[in-house]
C-alpha cells in the first residue's frame, strides 16, 4: 500500500497534492479537521475546512484566507481528491477523506461516535488507511449516557440552588459549553457564562444554532441578580481570581478524564461529570472496525497501549507522533 498520506515535523502531509492536514507549523496549504486551537493554528497562507467550522476559525484566527466545503463536496487538489465527513465532535467538525490513485485514506482529526445533538453525528468513511485519535484508548474509558449525564448535572445544579450557591461547571468553550447548556434543565435558575464561551456561542447562535438564554459575565454584573444560577467557565479561569467574585459556589469539571481516579483532586475540583467530545473506548473500536480499514495509525493519546490492542486484532497498526492537544490538556 503506497502512503497517500505522510507525517513530517509540520504535520500530516499529501505529496500528491501538496497540502497539510491540520499542520502544526506555517504552511502554504492547510486543511482543518476544526476550530480548537490544537489542530486550528494560526500563520497558514491557505486554509480549507467545512463551511460550519469557517465561522469559528475566523472568529478564532482573523483575517483569514479560507475556502470552505460541504460535507461530502469533493475537492481536487492536484493529483489527491479530498472531501470532507462529519466527524461528531464539536460543530462543523470534519473527518478528511484523500483518494490518490485508488488508494483512500482518512484522517480522523477528533470525533466521538454518540450523537449529541449538537454536532454532525459521525459518518463512518471506508478507506485503506485510517489515521486516529487515540486520546481516551483505554478500556476504563466508557461515557456516562446523556440522558444520566443531564440528570447528574441537574441534580447537583438544583440542590446547589436550593443553598443559595453557585454551580460553577467548566467545560471547554466550543462544542461542550454548548452541549452542556442544552442539556440542563433551564427551570432550575439562570445560565452564566464566561466571555470565551459566550463568544463562541454568539458565533453559533448566527448560524443558526439553537441555544437557551445565557448571561454574559462582564465585570459590572451584578451576580447577586443570578444567585442560585449555574456558572459556565474555561479551565483557564478556574485556576485565577475569576471564579473568587461568586462567594462560595459549587465547583465541577466535565471532561472524560473524570473516569480517572484522582484527576478531580487535582484539577480542586468537588465534583466531576464524566463527559468528553472524544470517542471512548467502544467508539474507538467501532469507529474502526466501521473503516474496514486495514492500516491503522494511531496518534495522541493511549498510542501504545492501543496500538499494542490493534495489532492483536489483526490490524497493521502505527504509532504516529502528531502534537495535539486532546480533551481539556
Known sequence: MSDVLTFTKHGIYCPAGDFYIDPHEPVPRALITHAHADHAREGM?????????????????????????????????????????????VPGSAQIRVEVAGQVWVASGDYKTVDDGLSEPFVPVKCHAFITETTFGLPIFRWTPQDILADQINTWWAKNAAEGRFSILSAYALGKAQRLMRAVNTDIGPILTHAAIENTNDVLRAQGTALPQTARITPDLNVDDYRGG?????????????????????????????????VRRRRG?????????????????????????????????????????????????????????GDDA
Open 269 to 325: 475540583m468537588e465534583r466531576g461529570f464524566v463527559m468528553s467530545d472524544h470517542a471512548d473506548w467502544d467508539g474507538l473500536n467501532t469507529a474502526i472496525a466501521a473503516t474496514g480499514a486495514e492500516k491503522i495509525c494511531v496518534t495522541h493519546g493511549y498510542t501504545d497501549q492501543f496500538q499494542r490492542w490493534l495489532t492483536g486484532q489483526g490490524y497493521d497498526a502505527h504509532i504516529v507522533p502528531t502534537d495535539y492537544g
Open 45 to 89: 497562507g491557505a486554509y480549507l475546512a467545512t463551511a460550519s467550522s469557517a465561522p469559528v476559525m475566523r472568529h478564532r484566527l482573523g483575517d483569514i484566507s479560507i475556502d470552505t466545503v460541504n460535507y461530502g463536496e469533493a475537492r481536487q487538489i492536484g493529483d489527491a481528491s479530498v472531501s470532507f465527513h462529519p466527524a461528531g465532535h
Open 230 to 262: 449555574l456558572i459556565l467557565a474555561t479551565p483557564s479561569a478556574m485556576a485565577g481570581t475569576w471564579a473568587r467574585r461568586f462567594g462560595p459556589a459549587a465547583t465541577a469539571f466535565a471532561s472524560g478524564w473524570m473516569a480517572l481516579r484522582g
